[in-house]
Nanobody, 129 residues
Framework: QVQLVESGGGLVQAGGSLRLSCAAS????????MGWFRQGPGKEREFVAA????????YYADSVKGRFTISGDNAKNTVYLQMNSLKPEDTAVYYC??????????????????????WGQGTQVTVSS
């Protein structure tokens, strides 16, 4: 079992920045690819960004490309999402997720919700106009 705890959400004005963190605990000696998803009011949960276990590959939704940056620190079992130039449409609950990967899949990234094994409880991000 892996437990994920997100933090760093809050209220920010449009154009501002926030950095989300996701700390993993439990069975963290395995290899994990990580992802961030979000769910806005009345919307389905959607992909935001992903990073491979090796850290060499990242992938972003078109809506956040150039504004958000995902990064991981395997030593701290933590993944981050730096969000810049925030827009009101970025308002959502942000979730981190993790997927166990093999040695040979260490450079893969995953954008599908169903690919992930564990999810955090989410952190609210609200962007005011």
């Amino acid at each position: 079992q892996v437990q994920l705890v997100e933090s760093g959400g809050g209220l920010v004005q449009a154009g501002g920045s926030l950095r989300l963190s996701c700390a993993a605990s439990g069975r963290t000696f395995s290899r994990y690819a990580m992802g961030w998803f979000r769910q806005g009011p009345g919307k389905e949960r959607e992909f935001v960004a992903a990073v491979s276990w090796s850290g060499s590959m990242t992938y972003y939704a078109d809506s956040v490309k150039g504004r958000f940056t995902i990064s991981g620190d395997n030593a701290k079992n933590t993944v981050y999402l730096q969000m810049n130039s925030l827009k009101p449409e970025d308002t959502a609950v942000y979730y981190c997720a993790t997927k166990t990967v093999s040695y040979y899949s260490g450079s893969y990234v995953y954008a599908e919700k169903g690919a992930y094994d564990y999810w955090g409880q989410g952190t609210q991000v609200t962007v005011s106009s």
